[in-house]
């Protein structure tokens, strides 16, 4: 195996620290966000928010408030496009979704915006929309999946409860299986809109030592990003101008558009910093509409502040998992045999697949000899869900990991062996069967770790449908014919079947590179987990200690990115890039590639970011941790078409072969002499053609052909699709490791210390790295701690709208030493410069390393749901038997 | 009238530089007046409309309402506006009453602590999410309890003394200072008054819609602190669910006086289960003349919680308050 992992290259920028270039704006507040623009004449608008779960409007009295000075215009949802539905079927079979528009008519949750006020400042907008007259036709309501799920429960939407894509219907809990939820159980329920099944799980179970037969609640939380989603709209010469707070620059136009109303070429999307997504600004937000709308009823510029309470509404939320799971386990620890029953809150709007992606997480995790999976998306009147930071991924460790830990300790296996002779390695298949997959089970998600293929990833071309919020499932096909290499086969470990005959029949997806056993070894030893280990259930006072491990794992890169580059006749490079600068780094980091690759100066590179009209290059949305592998990918590709036209250039001007020059220095040098990058910019624009981009290649999307032809004969233009193409899927491993105090008489606990292991491929930057492991396993402690998501049922009512009651983690609530990490440093196979994605996985590792110490310090049987807080572990531990709230979401 | 947040509505607004200033704005505008210290508590009303005065008062140029300076009796006065990082950094406090200083150092967070006060920690309203999200609720002058009902999420809420009202003190300093035997001077336009703290702090069946004895033109101008109980043996805990920026679930303030062992003299205060600090008088009475031991620390725990009443979602917080005495009373316990 060790033959076939590339040598590391020796790199000059890829895997050095460096200074960010938009670091010293940060901290000195130069940097501008959306709330941070003005314009001539700007107003301020502000929201009327639905104060029921569910009701129909009937009527909207704005006159008293548009009678008042300084008011300008009201917008409600009667001026609000509606996206269009997908075309095609027949109007039984089309899609009955119900499109999430900037305002409704008819709200589906409390909060949900119902109408906006322009008006000359904020006070004034404010007041103009307490008098604002609604009538109300109140609907019936539900907040809790639970509560639609049992017989005779209310539905969220006149058309059902659940998505059985590409429908909504309705599906009720079965009278006998009643029963189990009444005793708190999930029951394993059949017709299920995902089933799936991976080899023999009857005999799987037969085979186990030992069987764990448990229900585990996971709630929903808000994504909380610090910068709430403000977005500032003018209209210059018929186009749109955005100034908006979003995750992707280039993929947020499309959406922008369709919520508008108005062809992708009139839109410009400015956004040049943004203050966190974590998923639910993965396009924007259809809140952008409203300022864009309200501009051109005015005429004048328009920005809508949206606030902290907003954020808690239309900011989304992670979908909540009420899971089932039967696992078996052979004397060693390996896994026989799983089945699981995973339901999902997916709000009111379109179908969110984690529940689904719990399902195929749990096969990127452990690589069970069997599974059979059924999931459903429930629909609640309840804020919209959204891929949040591992959507699926995260639920699947923090509810599985605790089951793993819980059997190694009756097996006497040691809790870091247990997870490594589960582990999948270098060509694992996992997910569903190809049949599920690519049949109803795409449609539900049941893929979703599958990294974006070509189709997927260019769906949202100009023209299509808006672009897809996290990457689809790969095309089974494309990697079956390339992916000739066996199944990966794990010491220890049987052959995994999938439920397809083999021989010529599609394969189950794969993995590129898979190195969490590495990354387990690594992480023990810096943890040293043999010592620390010995420290389990060691009380000193009222204080007990517990150290855990826990492993996350998540889609990790897309391909078929453009990649866009030009060097000036100044001799500057510059990296025309559509990625959104998140505050992961990544808009910098990919850009560094093509540096690498030109071997020129980072100092004189110059990246041209988030700005739609400032020629930039197609780009994959920011979610899936898809950036840094994509554009790498894509920025190589520009930069080595770069460099064959810098070859080529002195070949021309100085004689001989362009293979016989070489480039480095900021120069293309070789027998005949040499050229600067300058004068090589220079003699592009005279050739023309290609060399100055006056011609591209056709296999550009449209966005990267029009950036290009706008640059034409500006210089030396290196610009490509990346057509390197790869085996597998792209999957990223975290192994993490916490060491927790609990005070047993209070039930508050600490985490002590905690380090994080990526197996991540190659290291881009090291510091942004380690943010990316860290800043995810602290919102992983959050996750399993102290964050909230709370709703009054009986008047469907959110509570927790303050960062007091919906607590995140903060800095004081993080070990006060430091928090060590490493990586493992293997490059992926499949992509050439080998990094793999790191967004999403470590805050799965982090929130299962944290409960999973948590149960070691306290015991396996306290804790089955999410926040594990202090007033449950009190309570649970004072009456020696597990005390929760049952079933019950959102408490 | 549609319901909007975070804008806050327009006021007019005073400056006062003297105490005298302030006590005839408050007499003046006593109909609809809001008196300003860290603003902590009065900004989320503000900004949310759900309290609406049309004059708002100041306090922080009114310079004699902060510091802290020491009495005659060796005791303490600190001024209302002393903000919560001094008192829990103050040399004198540390020395004499570090139950206050401990407990005023585990409010909120460090940029809380700079910017809030302990008069206005004290005077704070509650956090029942019912009642601050705006719902008209008995507190509000409705006729519910939006956090007692079946469906209700009352965590948080009280275990004793629920009157209609189920909603409790979250205060830290608020407890400390009933254990201290402390006392709230009370300035108007008619003159000044002294309230024992234990007597400041008023629950529902006095008055639902108020959270202390203070009136309509009142202001709190200091907190003296008696030599009483200076260098007692404390004991300040705070449980919560983040280690920073959290109210407590139930937190415990204790000063007991021990001689040759034996407990002489006790004061063990509760917060966060009712709507007023709890002052324990029986435990206080029971501990009197008892060996300090796990024995008697096990019988305070479990008298303490008598006559609890758990809601349906705060069944936790009897073992907890229970255990946090007990921890109070034991011999090794060390503040």
Redo the contacts between chains.
């Keep these: 195996m060790a033959d076939n992992i590339p040598k590391k290259p020796d790199y000059k920028l890829i895997g050095q620290n460096y200074v960010l270039p938009d670091l010293v704006a940060k901290v000195t507040g130069r940097a501008k966000y959306a709330e941070d623009f003005r314009a001539e004449g700007m107003l301020f608008a502000r929201l009327l928010l639905s104060p029921l779960p569910h009701a129909r409007i009937r009527k909207i009295d704005a006159s008293a408030a548009l009678a008042m000075p300084g008011v300008v215009a009201i917008l409600t949802g009667e001026d609000v496009p509606k996206p269009q539905q997908p075309p095609g079927g027949d109007a039984a079979q089309r899609p009955n979704t119900v499109p999430e528009v900037a305002l409704a008519t008819e709200p589906l949750y409390q909060g949900e915006p119902i109408a906006a006020v322009a008006a000359i400042d904020e006070l004034t907008a404010a007041e103009a929309i307490e008098k604002i007259k609604v009538e109300y036709e109140p609907l019936p309501f539900v907040v809790d999946p639970m509560v639609t799920l049992r017989p005779g429960g209310p539905n969220p939407r006149a058309e059902g409860n659940i998505w059985r894509p590409p429908q909504v219907q309705e599906f009720k809990i079965p009278a006998a299986a009643v029963k189990d939820l009444d005793e708190g159980r999930i029951p394993f329920l059949e017709d299920t809109p995902i089933r799936w099944q991976v080899g023999d799980v009857d005999a799987g179970f037969k085979n186990a030592d030992y069987v764990l037969d448990e229900t585990i609640v996971h709630q929903s939380t808000g994504h909380q990003p610090m910068e709430p989603r403000t977005a500032m709209a003018m209209w210059r010469n018929g186009k749109l101008l955005l100034y908006g707070s979003t995750q992707s620059v280039a993929r947020t136009v499309a959406n922008v558009a369709q919520w508008v109303g108005i062809p992708e070429k009139d839109v410009v999307v400015i956004s040049e910093y943004t203050g966190g997504g974590f998923g639910g600004k993965i396009p924007g937000a259809q809140t952008m509409a409203i300022p864009a709308l309200l501009a051109k009823k005015t005429g004048r510029p328009v920005q809508m502040r949206i606030s902290r309470e907003e954020e808690n509404y239309i900011g989304r939320a992670r979908t909540g998992i009420h899971m089932r799971v039967k696992i078996g386990f052979r004397k060693d620890g390996r896994i026989t045999a799983m089945d699981m029953c995973v339901i999902g809150d997916c709000g009111p709007y379109a179908n969110q697949g984690d529940a689904g992606t719990v399902g195929s997480t749990a096969t990127a995790l452990y690589n069970p000899e069997s599974i059979r999976f059924r999931g459903v998306s429930v629909l609640t009147n309840t804020p919209p869900r959204v891929s949040q930071r591992a959507p699926g991924g995260e639920q699947a460790s923090t509810m599985l990991e605790p089951m793993i830990s819980k059997a190694a300790r009756h097996l006497g296996v040691d809790q870091v062996a247990i997870r490594k002779i589960n582990a999948p390695i270098t060509g694992t298949e996992f997910g569903p069967p190809p049949a599920a997959a690519a049949g109803g089970g795409r449609g539900a998600g049941a893929a979703a770790p599958a990294a974006t293929a070509a189709s997927g990833g260019r769906a949202g071309a100009p023209g299509g449908p808006p672009a897809v919020a996290q990457p689809q499932p790969a095309e089974q096909g494309r990697a079956t014919g390339r992916g000739q290499q066996a199944a990966g086969q794990v010491p220890g470990q049987q052959p995994v079947a999938a439920a397809a005959p083999a021989g010529g029949a599609p394969r189950r997806a794969f993995f590129t590179s898979a190195y969490l056993r590495e990354a387990l070894d690594k992480g023990a030893e810096l943890f040293k987990w043999e010592e620390r280990k010995l420290r389990n259930g060691q009380r000193i006072g009222t204080k007990v200690t517990g150290v855990g491990v826990g492993v996350g794992t998540f889609t990790a890169g897309s391909i078929a990115m453009d990649g866009l580059l030009l060097v000036r006749p100044d001799g500057k490079l510059c990296v025309q890039t559509g990625i959104g600068n998140l505050g992961t780094g990544s808009v910098h980091d990919c850009s560094r590639v093509a540096a690498e690759v030109l071997n020129f100066p980072w100092e004189k590179t110059e990246v041209v970011w988030g700005d739609t009209s400032k020629n930039l290059a197609w780009s994959s949305p920011q979610a899936g941790s898809q950036t840094i592998h994509a554009h790498t990918r894509a920025n190589h590709a520009a930069a080595m078409d770069m460099k064959q036209k810098l070859q080529e250039i002195a070949a021309k001007k100085l004689g001989g072969s362009p293979a016989s020059y070489s480039v480095a220095n900021e120069r293309v040098s070789g027998p005949g002499g040499g050229l600067t990058f300058a004068q090589a910019a220079q003699e592009a624009i005279k050739l023309g053609g290609k060399y100055d981009g006056h011609e591209v290649s056709d296999d550009l999307n449209a966005m990267t052909k029009t950036s290009a032809a706008a640059l034409a004969g500006q210089g030396l233009m290196g610009v490509a699709r990346d057509n390197y193409g790869r085996k597998g899927n792209t999957q990223t491993w975290v192994a993490s490791f916490a060491e927790i105090e609990v005070d047993v008489e209070t039930g508050e606990y600490r985490l002590v210390d905690y380090c994080a292991v990526a197996d991540c491929g190659t290291v881009i930057n090291p510091r942004g790295l380690a943010a990316q492991i860290h800043g995810g396993g602290v919102q992983g402690f959050g996750q399993i701690k102290s964050q909230k998501w709370v709703y009054d049922q009986r008047y469907g009512v959110s509570l927790a709208n303050r960062f007091h009651y919906n607590k995140p983690p903060t800095i004081l609530d993080i070990p006060l030493q430091e928090m060590l990490w490493a990586a493992v440093e293997i490059p992926d196979p499949q992509t050439p410069v080998g990094a793999k994605g790191i967004g999403e996985p470590a805050i799965a590792a982090g929130a299962a390393a944290a409960i999973c110490a948590l149960n070691a310090a306290i015991g396996d049987d306290y804790l089955r749901r999410t926040p594990a807080t202090p007033s449950m572990i009190m309570a649970s531990l004072d009456a020696k038997k597990r005390v929760d709230e049952g079933l019950v979401t959102h408490v | 009238?549609?319901?909007?947040?975070?804008?806050?509505?327009?006021f007019e607004l005073f400056q006062p530089a003297s105490v005298a200033d302030t006590l005839s704005l408050l007499d003046r505008h006593r109909k609809s007046v809001w008196v300003l210290a860290g603003g902590l508590d009065t900004f989320?009303w503000l900004k949310d409309?759900n309290k609406r005065p049309q004059v708002v008062i100041d306090l922080s140029g009114v310079t004699e309402l902060s510091g802290i300076k020491s009495t005659a009796d060796g005791g303490l006065e600190i001024g209302a506006t002393t903000s919560l990082t001094e008192i829990a950094n103050h040399a004198d406090v540390k020395a004499k009453f570090g139950l206050l200083a401990h407990a005023a150092g585990l409010v909120a967070?460090p940029q809380i602590r700079n910017q809030g006060t302990l008069g206005g920690n004290v005077s704070q309203d509650t956090?029942c999410?019912?009642y601050r999200?705006g719902w008209t609720c008995y507190r509000a002058g409705g006729n519910i309890c939006?956090a007692d009902?079946?469906?209700?999420?009352n965590?948080e809420h009280a275990i004793f003394d629920a009157s209609r009202c189920v909603a409790v003190n979250p205060s830290d300093t608020a407890p400390a200072l009933v254990a201290l035997d402390a006392q709230m001077v009370i300035r108007n336009a008619s003159g000044e008054r002294v309230v024992p703290a234990e007597e400041f702090f008023i629950g529902p069946s006095t008055d639902i819609t108020r959270m202390t004895v203070m009136l309509p033109g009142d202001l709190l101008t200091s907190i003296r602190v008696p030599a009483t109980w200076a260098n007692a043996k404390f004991y300040f805990?705070k449980?919560?669910?983040?280690?920073?920026?959290?109210?407590p679930?139930v937190n415990v303030a204790s000063a007991l006086k021990i001689s040759g062992g034996k407990i002489d003299q006790a004061r063990v205060v509760v917060n966060a289960v009712a709507a007023h600090p709890m002052r324990l008088r029986n435990v206080e009475a029971a501990l009197a003349g008892k060996t300090q031991n796990e024995e008697t620390a096990t019988m305070a725990g479990e008298m303490a919680v008598q006559g609890a009443q758990p809601l349906a979602?705060?069944?936790?917080?009897i073992?907890?308050m229970r255990?946090?005495v007990?921890?109070a009373i034991r011999a090794?316990a060390t503040s």
């Design positions: 009238m549609a319901t909007i947040h975070d804008v806050m509505p327009a989320d409309r967070s956090r999410w019912y999200s939006y009902t079946p469906t209700s999420i965590r805990e449980v919560r669910d983040r280690q920073v920026w959290d109210f679930l979602h705060n069944g936790y917080k073992p907890l255990n946090l007990r921890r090794e």
